[in-house]
């Protein structure tokens, strides 16, 4: 695996996309234990939260200005589609994980997320890739390091009202994460144990 400071855009982004799988994966694994299925489906819903942010605040901007107006409607779209997941996010904050609404809204969430990030990957992050190549060596790695830091100042859950655009977004996300984050203190996710088990899986 790559270093955080040599790996480019496209593997900071891939190695999310791989890692949501995984959650999900877990949650189903977990069925018929319900404080198990919370922690994953916590953990999922972390990771999506800030993964949205980190591309809206970061790798759309780059699409809008290296790709023109295909940049600019790719990022639209995207930005639509991270809407919708957001919502379905925030409704499974007030479901009993593991019920089978829970479960349904979640499938959901997974079922448009894939063809999205498959989307994301196929298109979108070859096209800016070759762009960033353009404009001089290791722009994608500063681009896939400023990604990962955004993420660490992300809300961590879903803002569906909360604009998605810098530099709005950027406001609104740093007001969100203290808040988040102090929800996070009172939330369970997977133990150590529980992680180490998924690895071995």
């Known amino acids: 695996m790559a ?3 040599s790996r480019q855009l496209t593997h900071a982004v891939k190695e999310d996309h791989e890692e949501m799988y995984e959650y999900y994966d877990q ?14 489906a916590n953990q999922l819903t972390w990771e999506v939260a800030r993964h949205a942010v980190g591309e809206e ?3 759309y901007p780059l699409m809008e200005k290296y790709l023109g107006a295909e940049g600019k409607r790719l990022a639209d779209e995207d930005r ?34 894939r063809p999205h990030n498959d989307s994301e990957e196929q298109k ?17 790695e500063k681009a896939a390091a400023s990604f990962s830091r955004t993420k660490k100042f992300a809300p961590t859950r879903a803002h ?5 655009k810098p530099p709005f977004e950027t406001l609104a996300g ?7 984050k102090l929800k996070d203190a009172f939330t369970k996710f997977p133990t150590e144990e529980q992680k180490e088990a998924a690895e071995h899986n």
Do not use: F
Not at 27 to 40: L, M
Not at 160 to 164: D, E, T
């Open 80 to 113: 639509a589609e991270h809407q919708y997941v957001k919502e379905r996010l925030y409704k499974l904050e007030s479901l009993q994980a593991g019920s089978a609404e829970h479960s349904s809204l979640l499938k959901d969430v997974m079922d448009h997320l």
């Open 174 to 180: 740093l007001l969100a994460a203290p808040i988040d």
């Open 27 to 40: 949650y189903n694994k977990a069925s018929g234990d319900k404080d198990a299925q919370e922690r994953w």
């Open 160 to 164: 569906p009202s909360a604009p998605n």
């Open 3 to 5: 270093t955080q400071s």
């Open 57 to 59: 605040l970061v790798v």
């Open 124 to 140: 979108d992050l070859p096209a800016l890739e070759k762009a960033l190549a353009a404009v001089g060596a290791g722009e994608s």
